[in-house]
């Protein structure tokens, strides 16, 4: 069945109005992989609504979710500053997180967390005297 790229690029922008980027995304993988420039021109909105969904999880107190939308949102590799602002305020938050268990004398917490914000290819300057 042929699909046009017009209408999946209209499917897309829907998409990201309602809120739900990974419907987008679903949605225009097959056409970046094929290359198409169109489809490719769209991935930053569509990075865009994985960054708004990021900070709306932020401000919910939900760091997980808000780590899971923007690790979504840079593998699309699009050059966006906004996703390099929201990356530095999720490691801020964690390296809060560490100091926080490193006070109330939860060593194991700090470990943990300091992993996870590893595992994410996260960097603060605190990290040094974390480990």
Known sequence: MFVSLWLITRQVRQALRRGDPDTAQ????PFVQHGYRKAT???PEVARGFRLRAERHLRNDDPEA???D???AES????LPELDHLRTTLVKLGVA??????IAGHPLRVI???ARLRQRLA????FAWLE
């Open 26 to 29: 679903k949605l225009l993988a």
């Open 41 to 43: 021109a769209v991935l």
């Open 66 to 68: 808000a780590w899971k």
């Open 70 to 72: 923007l690790l979504a």
């Open 76 to 79: 699309l590799n699009t050059p």
């Open 97 to 102: 997180e560490c100091r926080a268990a490193l």
């Open 112 to 114: 943990e967390a300091h």
């Open 123 to 126: 960097f603060h300057p605190d």
